[in-house]
């Protein structure tokens, strides 16, 4: 009987590390992402000569939000058809060189999470931003996964803390902010509600020079994210005032971003693919 208690006891210590195990696996990916092999080679890509030039960038070495990211695909293929865009699609992190980069009119981090491009692809897209290009994220492009100080400050502009595990699903209406870009917000319904995975940041972009398009009333969602024993005190949001929509000029170029856009719903919400739409044309100028 006590050999059966035993054997049955290190059953139970044997699952629990196995599950403990995975889970420390599963948030390290997604605050740091895993290794991955940074593509060096250059693409073939052949670039229409009368047609703005934009790069969809999905490539993932953290979490994945592989619903939103194949659903945004089609939207953005249609979106390029009727504004006869060229858009060049890859997870391939070998386009960031500096000849092809400046053959774009904007590069978009679609849900692009973990440290996927290298140091130096990295600053030949902060060159290219700096000197008249511009970078768009969505959602998980903002995330804390991808450990880079220039990315923070010029698109994101402040550190990703967490979302909501209470209640990582909430609906709240979104709020056009009374200073933003006309051009922006452009064919956008004043009433506009939207279930999304809401983002808290360590600081609020308003602070830190970004102009805001869209907040919601960050009094209005639970932020709760307390972990026991992992992070115990992440129950703090941003206050009433919580952006969710930004931009700002970097050097000759700009940065657009919004937290927004955590599954594929978002890209069958009207108001949100305008959002983008309207940010891709404020981005390369049109």
Known sequence: MKKAIKI?????????????????????KVKNGFPVFYETDIPKIDFPAN?????????TSGFRHGGSIEASKKVFAEMAKKN????????DGGVFNAEQLAKLQTVIFNNSTGEVINDEQKKALENYVENGGSLIGIHGAGDNSHHWPWYV?????????????????????????????????????KDWKRADEWYVFLENPRQKGFDILYTINGESIDPTANIPLIAPNKNFGMGKDHPVAWHKNTGKGKTFYTSMGHDETAWKDENFVKLIENGIKWAIKE
Do not use: C, R
């Not at 290190?10 to 390290?28: N, P, Q």
């Open 84 to 91: 006869n865009w060229f858009l060049y699609e890859t997870e």
């Open 8 to 28: 049955i006891l290190w059953v139970i210590l044997g699952i629990a590390l196995i599950l403990g195990g995975l889970f420390a696996g599963f948030v390290y």
């Open 153 to 189: 400050q010029n698109l994101t502009g402040a550190e990703f803390s967490h979302h909501s595990l209470k209640m990582p699903f909430e609906t709240t209406a979104i709020l056009t902010d009374n200073q933003a870009d006309s051009t922006l917000v452009l064919g956008i319904n």
């Open 51 to 59: 047609q703005s030039a934009i790069l969809l960038f999905s490539k």
